[in-house]
């Protein structure tokens, strides 16, 4: 028996023709195989029948032409309810009339059944490459809204549909706990109402958190410092997906904590979500990127933007000094307004190490781009793909971190390179012990008088790990001046690297793996929990695709808008008007 399935190579798309006797599983099977033999064949035909026991088309040019084209698929109930075409008149003998872009038959339905496939390995993929993917197979251009289409339904038939997905979170949540014994899940949910009264067994979707043990397990070996951002999801409700990202010791990225949110939890109260939190155990520090983007918002000074920026990344807390110095001088009111935020909480110079050099959330926005694809699935198919994908992350990574510490690696090629570049810097500098226990030095820079090049001279203590260059206590790694101290006392500079840059840590990071789950058909028990819905006030438009989601501020902005420079007609590239109204754009 055929099967067309998604298959489109199957009939349509070769020189075969329909005939009498042809079988198919589903009413849905025959509609697609008349569909495609005619845009093979360039000819369009029209549904003049369509009942529960019958399917018939005939060709349009039956009355222009004279032609006779006509087929009907009828269901049979002695052979198992199978679809079977007992009439065919054919083929056509009708030509094309004039050049179409698109073709009538070549439908949303089958559209998503040939772009499936591309949905399925990137749901992020673009309606434009779609388009040309499909004129690649039939010759035909769709039209941008009938594309749209096809890959909306095309999601929905990979990940079910968007309002049912909030009532499979509970099922999945228990075949999680189930498989992956330890991994904690939140499900949080309010009354449901329907014309002002609670509808029993029902329950309204508030919010959901998760998190998997192996994560747990990965965050004691990995820099102790938790990132945090939020990403906003393009489906058919607004909601934002919050990430707790870490990163191990050779920066690679990892989230270990996943929530789900309505929009406006995450933009209103007390601003928490938006300033991206930056958390070091009992420590919370802020991003720098958002001090900056306050400050621009407040005093509209680009130069000042920058130095604040120069600031927090600034190691030497007398350059800091400096440059706050020439702050005051410019603008005392933002003076004051950066004098208010504690330092410790924002600049390098000043919080203890605890960042690690980490001075915005690029790490969290790093995962973004890596979960991307998932923000326009269903909610149930965003909690599955996180599951997913960090078992294939762990999985690949804890490969390759086991496989270079086999062969006697002691560090990651990556940071090995890296440590050996510092390594070639400290050859040359001079050395100056100033204590008995070889800790206490005054490491001195080689003088080059004819390249203009002052020497400067460090002080480095072994012991509390620190150098007056900033580099030794903000990144948890020997600078070049210690490195050339210990090479002046005979010290092994390994020892002083913090443990969590070794290749052992990192593979502690990967030892717990994620387990397997078997098939669909396993998540879907006999429902022991009440309805879950939506949210109807958060819905998007219903008709139409989706805008995406984007809450723009100053870091959004422009070099343009940031300088003041005016804006420029899209036409002529002059100031004054904009390409609307653009008078060398009349006179052409």
């Known amino acids: 028996m055929p099967n067309l399935g998604f298959n489109a190579s199957y009939v349509g798309l070769d020189d075969s023709e329909l005939w009498i006797g042809m079988q198919f599983e589903t009413i849905d099977q025959a509609k697609s195989a008349i569909k495609l033999y005619n845009i093979r064949k360039s000819v369009h035909s029209k549904v003049t029948r369509s009942t529960s026991e019958k399917y018939v088309c005939e060709c349009t040019q039956r009355k222009e032409q004279g032609c006779n084209w006509k087929v009907r698929v009828s269901k049979k109930k002695r052979k198992q309810n199978i679809w079977e075409l007992s009439v065919y008149n054919g083929p056509h003998t009708c030509c094309a009339v004039g050049h179409r872009q698109d073709h009538p038959n070549l439908d949303s339905t089958i559209i998503s059944q040939t772009v499936q496939p591309i949905v399925q390995a990137s749901p992020k993929v673009t309606v434009s490459t779609l388009m040309a993917h499909v004129k690649s197979v039939y010759q035909y251009e769709p039209e941008y809204k009938k594309t749209w289409r096809a890959k909306d339904k095309a999601l929905k038939k990979l990940h079910g549909d968007w309002d049912a997905s909030y009532n499979e979170l509970p099922g999945w949540i228990n075949i999680m706990q189930k498989y992956n014994p330890g991994t904690i899940a939140v499900l949080e949910t309010k009354p449901y109402y329907k014309n ?136 005392s009111d933002g003076y004051n307004y950066i004098a208010g935020i504690p330092k410790e909480k924002w600049t390098n110079a000043y919080d203890g190490g605890f960042r690690y050099g980490h001075m915005t959330t690029n790490l969290a926005e790093a995962i973004n781009s890596s979960l991307k694809g998932i923000r326009n699935l269903p909610i149930s198919a965003i909690v599955k793909a996180t599951y997913f994908r960090l078992g294939k992350l762990f999985a690949t990574l804890g490969k390759e971190s086991f496989t270079l510490k086999d062969v006697g690696h002691i560090f990651h090629p990556r940071i090995q390179n890296e440590i050996q570049a510092i390594v070639v810097k400290s050859n040359g500098l001079y050395v100056l012990p100033m204590s008995r226990s070889d800790t206490i030095f005054r490491v001195s820079e080689i003088p080059r008088p004819l390249q203009g090049y002052d020497p400067t001279s460090y002080r480095v203590n072994l012991e509390d790990k620190w150098c007056d260059c900033g580099y030794f206590q903000a990144l948890k790694s020997p600078c070049q001046h210690a490195i050339a101290a210990c090479s002046n006392s005979r010290r092994d500079y390994k020892n002083l690297v913090d443990p969590v840059y070794f290749l052992h840590s990192v593979c502690k990071v990967y030892e717990m793996e994620f387990p397997a789950i078997g098939s669909e058909t396993e998540w879907h028990g006999n429902q022991t929990w009440p309805t879950i819905l939506p949210d109807p006030q958060i819905r998007r438009n219903k008709s139409g695709r989706p805008t995406s989601t984007r809450i723009h501020n100053a870091m959004d902005m422009p070099q343009r808008e940031r300088t003041g420079q005016p804006k420029l007609c899209g036409h002529c590239r002059r100031a004054g008007h904009i390409i609307t109204n653009c008078p060398s754009r009349r006179q052409h």
């Open 196 to 331: 002002d009264r609670v509808v029993a067994d029902v329950r309204q979707f508030h919010r959901l958190f998760w998190t998997f043990p192996q994560c747990i397990h990965a965050f004691k070996n990995c820099k102790p410092i938790i990132q945090i951002d939020g990403t906003f999801l393009f489906g058919r409700y607004r909601h934002v997906l919050l990430l707790a990202v870490i990163q191990d010791g050779n920066r690679k990225t990892i989230p270990v904590a996943f929530a789900l949110i309505e929009v406006l939890a995450f933009c209103l109260p007390l601003k928490v979500w938006e300033a991206d939190f930056v958390l070091q155990k009992s420590n919370i520090v802020t991003a720098l990127r958002h001090i900056a983007a306050n400050y621009h918002g407040r005093y509209k000074k680009d130069y000042e933007r920058k130095l604040i920026l120069r600031m927090g990344y600034e190691l030497v807390p007398n350059k800091f000094e400096e440059m706050l110095h020439e702050l005051n001088e410019r603008n």
